[in-house]
Structures are given as structure tokens and as C-alpha cells.
């Protein structure tokens, strides 16, 4: 599943092709993916100019050049791939977007959780996808103190608590997993019981492994918009990661895996307490 760190990948290389493009055709394979596209979707975007490109939680914002944003989320499979019009269509791709430079942009989802829709920027934070989202975990929003009033009165364990997008948007369970290695802090761990201390250094470890991964994924952003559109994920060295029974590169123990709310948490029990 595309991650934070992929998403901005994305939009930076979106953004490299795609700034002060305009919309000349769209042609709709299919009438939805996770939610139908808008109505007078054609109407809405053809001859618009794009005038930014950004990123709120997962979500793709394509600023036009009116008050619209065209939202794009990649869902557990989608690929948006850009490269010259009048390719092949290939099984899956469900919208193509052209260009007046003749490129096109092709989206690509194969289970379909994926979602195309268009809105208002003035009306994004009271929009249903938004309203009720964290802050962004890289901005000064997302602070030891916020994020300690957040967890006061939370008794679920703290790896599934970071991982909720009321609280703070975009830790995924590669970053949830790695973040509270590099913090020595158990993810079975109460959310209540984590002092402030150990609060900062979370936050600051959260910051600093997507941080990490949105650098190594830059190197890839021309591959990535330009060649095939493999959202390739980024080949970290993780720590705990994927990696059951390997040795902790601190202690020698055992990796431990277990499941939390359904989703694999790696750990090592020795030095996360
Ligand atoms: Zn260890």
C-alpha cells in the first residue's frame, strides 16, 4: 500500500511533469473506483491549468486555475503513471487525463480502493475525507504537547494510536513500527502511559523515518513518472520491519511479530519497553 513518504514522491514527480499543464481530455474507463467520478467531469477540468500540486495526509491535491482541487488517493494498488498520449490502455487503468504537451496521465488500480474527485478549496476542511484528519506529521502542528493531550485519555496500545489518522496523518505500519523501534518504546505499550519524554522522542523519530524515506524515494521520482510507474517501495534497511526472527541490530534477541488491530507490528522485545 502507498505510504506518506510514496504519496509525496508521487506529487513531487507529478509536479516536475505536470505544473502550468492544461487539460485538453479525459477519458473515464469505467463510471467509479471507491466512490463514482464527479459529474461533469470533463466540463470541470477541460482547458483549467494546473497550478500546484500538494499533499494532504494521502490524498493528491491538483490545484486548478479556479477555486477547484482535483483529489486523487492511490487506495491499496493505484499507479498514476504520466508519460506521452496515445499509449496502449493496459488492463486496469480507469482515467486518462491528457495534456496540451500531448503527455497523459494514467490511473492505474487494480483492486480499485482508489478515489478521482473534485472539490472546492475553500470547503476542504470541512470536506468529509478531511474534516476530521490529524495534523500533518511533519509540521510543527504535530508537537509533544499536542500529541500528549491526544493520548492522555487513550488506553489502546500505542502503535495503533499513532497509526490514527484523527491523531496524526500518514504514520503507516512500516513507519509505526520503526519509529517506536528507534524509540525503544513497546508498541503494546498503554498510550496513556507514555510520559512526555518519551512522547518528544517518538515525534521526533516519526518525523525523522519518513523524513528518511521521502529522501531516498527522491532519487526515484524521474524513473517513477517517466518509465513504467512501479510505485517501487522504497528498499529501506528497516530495523524490525519485515523482519521476524531476524536479531535485533541492537541486542541480538529475536524480532517478534504480533497483530494489532489486523495489522503485523514488529518489534523487538528485549529493547522496547
Ligand atoms: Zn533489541
Same mark, same amino acid.
Given at each position: ?8 514522491t508521487v506529487c513531487k ?5 505536470l505544473?502550468?499543464?492544461k487539460?485538453?481530455?479525459i477519458? @473515464?474507463?469505467?463510471p467509479?473506483?471507491?466512490? #463514482?467520478?464527479? &459529474? =461533469? %467531469?470533463? +466540463? $470541470?477540468?477541460?482547458n483549467r491549468?494546473? *497550478?500546484?500540486i500538494?499533499r494532504?495526509a ?6 486548478l ?14 499507479k ?30 487494480a483492486?480499485r ?15 468529509? @475525507?478531511?474534516k476530521?484528519?490529524?495534523?500533518? #506529521?511533519?509540521? &510543527? =502542528? %504535530?508537537? +509533544? $504537547?499536542?500529541l500528549?493531550?491526544?493520548? *492522555? ?5 500505542i ?10 496523518v500518514?504514520?503507516g505500519n512500516?513507519y509505526?513500527?520503526?519509529?517506536l ?13 507514555l ?18 524515506a521521502?529522501k531516498?524515494g ?12 512501479e510505485?517501487?517501495?522504497?528498499q ?5 520491519? =519485515? ?20 495489522r503485523s507490528?514488529?518489534?523487538?522485545p528485549?529493547?522496547?519497553?
Open positions: 500500500m502507498p505510504e506518506l513518504p510514496e504519496v509525496e514527480g507529478l509536479s516536475k511533469s505544473l502550468g499543464r487539460f485538453t481530455n477519458n @473515464l474507463l469505467r467509479n473506483l471507491r466512490i #463514482p467520478f464527479p &459529474e =461533469n %467531469f470533463s +466540463t $470541470k477540468i477541460i491549468t494546473i *497550478k500546484d500538494t494532504r494521502k490524498y493528491i491535491f491538483i490545484h486555475d479556479n477555486s477547484q482541487v482535483i483529489i486523487m488517493h492511490l487506495g491499496m494498488s493505484g498514476i503513471i504520466v508519460h506521452p498520449s496515445k499509449q496502449q490502455i493496459l488492463k486496469h487503468d480507469h482515467a486518462i487525463f491528457t495534456f496540451d504537451d500531448n503527455q497523459e496521465l494514467v490511473f492505474n488500480d483492486r480502493f482508489g478515489l478521482i474527485t473534485i472539490a472546492d478549496i475553500n470547503n476542504l476542511d470541512q470536506h468529509p @475525507l478531511f476530521s484528519l490529524g495534523p500533518e #506529521p511533519l509540521t &510543527e =502542528n %504535530f508537537n +509533544t $504537547k499536542y500528549a493531550d491526544k493520548l *492522555k485519555t487513550k488506553s489502546i496500545p502503535k495503533p494510536a499513532i497509526m490514527n489518522n484523527n491523531i496524526v500518514g504514520v512500516i509505526a513500527c520503526e519509529s523501534f528507534i524509540s525503544n518504546i513497546s508498541p503494546l505499550k498503554a498510550a496513556n502511559n510520559n512526555n519524554v518519551e512522547i518528544k522522542i517518538l515525534i521526533t523519530n516519526i518525523k525523522q523515518v519518513l523524513l528518511d521521502i531516498s527522491g532519487s526515484s521520482i524521474s524513473d517513477y513518472v517517466n518509465a513504467q510507474g510505485l517501487g517501495y522504497f529501506h534497511n528497516f530495523n524490525v520491519y =519485515n523482519k521476524y526472527n531476524h536479531s535485533c541490530k541492537i541486542c541480538t534477541s529475536k524480532i517478534a511479530r504480533i497483530t494489532q488491530c489486523g507490528t514488529f518489534y523487538c528485549t529493547c522496547q519497553k
